[in-house]
């Protein structure tokens, strides 16, 4: 398949919280066409294997080939650790691909050499390490500090994002010892700005929040336009969202973030 500039982007994640790096992509760039593919059938993904990320990315991946996307962004921090190489290998030259790791990471060298910086993240993306490996690869210094927060994501996906249960939760996490003394805190989860207000004034606002969804969406559109392959044309964009398992609350943070109706198709990875 040739690669075209009017194909979509696609992007993928466990549920809703891609929606936020999704929203950011088509800020910046209007003329692109995006499909978005949430697995809300198997959300959080953060407490399950490698293995079944694997299968789920690839299954996905399958699908936005299937729809011509001539980009596919892993727009899941859990999926970037666990399935980006694998992912790689499977498109081939099929499609470029983007994750939400690595350009957090060259953002981190250009701007927090000799920091403490904090991350927050699911189960999956802590304990894999990458964060860490990456950024000691650079060799500037950064000393990073993790914490896992699992029960964030389930809050959000049920609809809890704005909650005195979830500021209570955030609050437990961001108190523990490991975050003492940081001088900015990478939100490791595209869930995680739906919750940054409550992140924000946990620290008064004293500490840079690291937000990967402008960062990615300009990696985005660094490597379309690299391959020559950004969107001309202002008159052929359009937005299509799968999800594995319809729920309204998908529903309604896609029609709050892009402030239109959508069209929603329900897509299960596969029947079992």
């Given at each position: 398949m040739k690669i075209n500039s009017h194909n979509p982007i696609g992007i993928f994640d466990s549920g809703i919280g891609g929606l936020t790096v999704a929203n950011a992509v088509t800020r910046l760039l209007p003329n692109e066409s995006i499909v978005y593919f949430g697995d809300t059938a198997h959300t959080p993904?953060?407490?399950?294997?490698?293995?079944?990320?694997?299968?789920?990315?690839?299954?996905?991946?399958?699908?936005?080939?299937?729809?011509n996307c001539k980009l596919i962004l892993i727009a899941c921090n859990t999926a970037s650790s666990a399935a980006y190489e694998l992912v790689k290998e499977y498109l081939g030259n099929r499609a470029q691909l983007v994750d939400v790791i690595d350009p957090i990471v060259a953002h981190m060298r250009e701007h927090y050499a000799d920091k403490v910086i904090g991350l927050i993240g699911t189960k999956q993306t802590i304990s894999s390490n990458i964060y860490k490996k990456k950024i000691d690869a650079l060799n500037v210094g950064i000393q990073l500090q993790s914490v896992a927060t699992p029960l964030l994501v389930p809050l959000i996906e049920e609809g809890f994002a704005d909650s005195k249960i979830t500021e209570e939760t955030i609050r437990q996490y961001l108190s523990l010892p490991n975050l003492n003394n940081i001088e900015?805190?990478?939100?490791?989860?595209?869930?995680?700005?739906?919750?940054?207000?409550?992140?924000?004034?946990?620290?008064?606002?004293?500490?840079?929040?690291?937000?990967?969804?402008?960062?990615?969406?300009?990696?985005?559109?660094?490597?379309?336009?690299?391959?020559?392959?950004?969107?001309?044309?202002?008159?052929?964009?359009?937005?299509?969202f799968y999800v594995s398992d319809y729920t309204a609350t998908f529903e309604e943070h896609a029609k709050f973030f892009f402030s239109e109706a959508i069209h929603l198709e329900q897509y299960p990875l596969w029947d079992t």
């Open positions: 993904w953060g407490d399950k294997s490698t293995a079944a990320i694997q299968a789920y990315s690839i299954r996905i991946c399958d699908m936005l080939l299937q729809q900015a805190l990478i939100l490791g989860c595209t869930h995680y700005p739906l919750i940054k207000n409550y992140i924000l004034n946990f620290y008064q606002h004293k500490i840079t929040i690291i937000d990967a969804c402008e960062i990615v969406a300009h990696s985005v559109q660094g490597l379309l336009s690299f391959h020559n392959l950004l969107n001309r044309d202002t008159s052929s964009h359009k937005k299509i």
